[in-house]
């Protein structure tokens, strides 16, 4: 294999699909990066076996073929390299390659590109296109939710479901909180079938960091325990995470006795400055802040017995009834975050209820948390 291709085109391609590469793999080869050259086109590809991701770039082939380079090696040597045309060319008689630019040149050891493991082949059991901006913003709101303890595998993931046809709803929790969002697809899926797929947050984390808005409209394929999205030069397979998602819907309290109208930013910034002072000695415990609303007043209220204490109060609007409620605060914080209105609602049904966040300017969103018992 011998090609010419630019510095900063290798570059962004090189770390486009080393996000699919583990620290973890046991197998050398995995902390590897695949390269194919051929009709102009050079493809990158790596995998861990449960996220993999490939893309094309531009190039001119002089010569085609296969190689896989280290990863950790490669992508430092050519993100550090000046901003000229390169030549790539491996050598039959050993396992090298070698990285010339100018009159300098770098040579890095090689694996096998024939035992490279292949990306499974998705023919698309269901198919459908979704927006690829809307499709980012929501995995950004609804994986704030999901677990990161492996030995719970199902909520680690997060709930894909299409529903007749057109609609698409994103769900993640860890038990303690919930995240839902709605969107709606861009053409059908299959208007006769109905379906859900768990997939791994850690796929669609990566994809909302390798696919831009640019992309426009993203291609999903899912078939055979698979996923994939595909725009122009990208696509991400992953694994799906077997089991039974729970039913999220019992969950979510239809009604409310207190609804509170609260100007975004100003909640986010109290809620983090009382977050400063709510560690608790219980682990259970920590970060609890309480909520106490009084009219078109809000108290917000931690302490701790090492630290001190705070209060804060800040103007809300008021529907229903008055109320006190306890949090983890970095629940709240992280909800908060990602909620990009000016203002949001917060619905409580009680003090041992759960609270529901929405944005006060949209039905298709929502977020859960678990309140923590007064005592």
Do not use: W
């Not at 085109?9 to 973890?24: D, M, P």
């Not at 380079?69 to 030549?87: G, S």
């Not at 006769?192 to 993203?218: G, Q, T, W, Y």
Request: with cysteine.
């Amino acid at each position: 294999m011998k090609i010419l291709v630019n510095q900063d085109e290798l570059l962004a391609g090189l770390q486009t699909v080393q996000r699919a590469i583990s620290s973890k793999s046991t197998l050398p080869i995995l902390s590897g990066i695949y390269l194919a050259a051929e009709n102009d086109i050079l493809r990158l590809r790596a995998t861990d076996l449960e996220i993999g991701i490939e893309c094309t770039i531009p190039v001119q082939v002089i010569e085609e073929g296969a190689t896989v380079l280290p990863a950790k090696y490669f992508v430092e040597i050519v993100k550090r390299l000046p901003d000229l045309v390169i030549t790539v060319e491996t050598d039959e008689n050993s396992n090298l390659v070698t990285i010339t630019y100018g009159s300098s040149q770098v040579q890095l050891n090689t694996f096998d590109a024939r035992e490279f493991p292949l990306l499974p082949e998705i023919t698309g059991q269901h198919t459908f296109k979704i927006n690829c901006d809307l499709l980012v913003n929501a995995i950004k709101h609804v994986s704030i939710a999901a677990s990161t303890d492996p030995t719970r595998p199902i909520f680690t993931g997060i709930l894909m479901e299409v529903e007749a046809g057109n609609t698409i709803n994103l769900v993640a929790t860890d038990t303690h909180r919930l995240a839902y969002r709605q969107l709606k697809l861009t053409g059908p899926a299959n208007p006769e079938h109905n379906f859900a797929v768990i997939i791994p947050s850690r796929s669609l984390n990566e994809l909302s960091r390798i696919f831009r808005p640019e992309d426009n409209l993203l291609e999903v394929r899912v078939a055979n325990n698979q996923v994939m999205f595909k725009a122009d030069s990208i696509m991400l397979v992953s694994r799906l995470i077997e089991g039974q998602f729970p039913n999220y819907q019992q969950v979510i309290p239809q009604e409310y006795s207190s609804r509170v109208r609260i100007l975004s930013k100003g909640f986010c910034d109290s809620l983090e400055r009382a977050a400063l002072l709510s560690k608790d000695d219980l682990k259970t415990r920590s970060n609890v802040i309480k909520l106490d609303i009084q009219g078109n007043n809000l108290t917000i209220t931690s302490k701790s017995a090492e630290i001190g204490n705070i209060h804060e109060e800040i103007q809300v609007y008021l529907e229903g009834e008055e109320a006190e409620i306890a949090f983890n605060a970095r629940y709240l914080i992280d909800v908060l975050r990602v909620i990009d209105q000016e203002e949001i609602f917060l619905d409580l049904t009680g003090s041992l209820s759960p609270g529901i966040i929405r944005p006060a300017d949209s039905n298709n969103t929502l977020f859960l948390v678990l309140p923590i018992r007064l005592t």
